[in-house]
């Protein structure tokens, strides 16, 4: 691990990153404020660090929380060594997020959005390209934060031993929770609130740019409509647009469960039962041969689908409990000829 952390050293040095996280300290020791974490974006050519060293790159490529641990003890090092910033007490303090100019031209890197999630589970980064089509607003999360040993003699009572830090991907609970416990003695920690840090997130939906024909008549054969939820954090919050092509690098993370369809099959009738078994694990089969042929004495089968679709979906959307904003429906529709939607 020494070598590694050597790697890292001269990689830093080579790259101009031990000079930018000086000028990165600069604003920290204007203010005697002391936070719980400190935050650094370090970007990194994955072919240079392979030059440097191969097994920092294959880290850095295939296990990038431990290049990410390598790189935060490095700068740790160097903050303390050439005194950077005087509030920064501990290595846990220094929240390092290593920004990867590219990733290699192969298949492994790649994440096809059709595929995913199946092929999910690999905490590696890897890059996709979409379509964005729907997006949260910018709201706080958890950077960081300081918690305190409730037991008074206990060394962590005090100091900066049990600092927590967003990890990709990560939910909330995960960064800030009531129910920890120290590493010393094993007593309840508690949160000094004074310290925490807070950061910009937003949730940006992407789809396949292939499943923008889904639900056009000549392409009922196809089978997936996908979506994924990469989360834009803190300096990239705000910088894509609805409706444009992206291509998106980072790490798969499972961030929310998607709330299954349920219902009682006893009050479907027996065509839609056997349709819905004929179209089981094609995700948006049954959608699309439903709005295909729903209106028959209003449009030919097969007009009209997003139409359709949507007032399929406004159908369903329209329940007794409909002021619950849960059952909001927002919808986004793409199509080159307005008149199909003034209609
Ligand atoms: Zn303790």
Redesign the pocket.
Same mark, same amino acid.
């Given at each position: 691990i020494s070598s590694l952390k050597e790697s890292v050293l001269v990689y830093l040095d080579r790259s101009g990153g031990l000079q930018k996280l000086a000028e990165d300290c600069k604003p920290f020791n204007g203010t005697h404020q002391i936070e719980a974490v400190y935050r650094f974006c370090i970007g990194v050519n994955p072919s240079d660090v392979i030059e440097v060293d191969p097994v920092l790159g294959e880290r850095v490529l295939c296990d990038p929380l431990g290049a990410t641990a390598l790189f935060q003890s490095v700068c740790f090092l160097a903050i303390k060594t050439l005194s950077l910033v005087e509030q920064i007490h501990t290595e846990s303090q220094v929240n390092v997020i290593l920004k990867l100019t590219h990733l290699p031209p192969f298949p492994e890197y790649t994440l096809d959005l059709c595929s995913f999630p199946r092929g999910h589970g690999l905490m590696r980064p890897v890059s996709m390209e979409g379509l964005v089509i729907a997006m949260t607003r910018v709201t706080k999360y958890t950077q960081g934060a300081r918690f305190l *040993?409730i037991?008074d003699e *206990?060394p *962590? &009572?005090t100091g900066f031993h049990h600092i927590r830090v967003h990890a990709p991907g990560a939910t909330e609970s995960a960064t800030v929770r009531n129910n920890f416990s /120290?590493r010393? /003695?094993s &007593?309840p920690l508690k949160e000094d609130v004074k310290f925490r840090v807070l950061g910009d997130k937003q949730l940006v939906e992407l789809i396949h740019v292939k499943a923008l024909d889904v639900l056009s008549a000549h392409q009922l054969n196809y089978p997936f409509y996908c979506f994924v939820s990469p989360t834009r954090t803190d300096e990239l919050c705000n910088s894509m647009r609805i409706g444009r092509l992206y291509r998106v690098l980072g790490i798969p993370a499972h961030v929310q469960e998607w709330t299954g369809i349920t219902w009682n099959p006893r009050e479907v009738s027996a065509s839609f039962q056997a349709l819905l078994k004929a179209t089981a694990g094609f995700r948006w089969r049954f959608s699309a041969i439903v709005a295909h042929c729903f209106g028959l004495d209003v449009a030919p089968p097969g007009r009209y689908n997003t139409l359709k679709l949507s007032l399929l979906l406004s159908l369903v959307q329209n329940r007794a409990d409909a002021k619950d904003t849960f059952h909001n429906l927002d919808l986004l529709a793409v199509t080159t000829d307005t008149l199909i939607l003034d209609r």
């Open positions: *040993c037991n *206990c *962590c &009572s /120290c010393v /003695c &007593s």
